[in-house]
């Protein structure tokens, strides 16, 4: 089964996305904070899903360092709120889905995870 790496600083969020991704047939390792994800063995991974908005950062930041330690794990956004900006430099980084919608990112990560 292969494991997908949450990172959202929202609880309730995390808890819900994970609940989904498990019922799809995922482990889900979950963590609330970029700095709790800066300290996670990337090896394991299938994928990883972040939001966009952190409360320590944001996601397309913690995505250029989660490939600075390994290039080849594919990296996906989920977010209900962002600037544009925001936006744009996480779509450098992968795709962006928005939040309630987590069927988008659901296929995504299947496809991403070869499941």
Known sequence: MPTVLLVDDSPAARHAIAKRLKAAGFDVHEVGSA?????????PFACAVV????GDG???TLAVELHAKR???PVAFFTATSSPAVQQRA?????????PD??????????ASGV
């Open 51 to 54: 939001d966009v908005e952190l």
């Open 102 to 111: 987590i069927d988008p990112l659901l296929a995504w990560a299947k496809g």
């Open 71 to 73: 290039a080849d794990l």
């Open 58 to 60: 944001d996601g397309p």
């Open 35 to 43: 700095a709790d994800a800066r300290t996670v063995d990337l090896g």
């Open 91 to 99: 779509k450098g980084q992968g795709p962006v889905f928005t939040k």
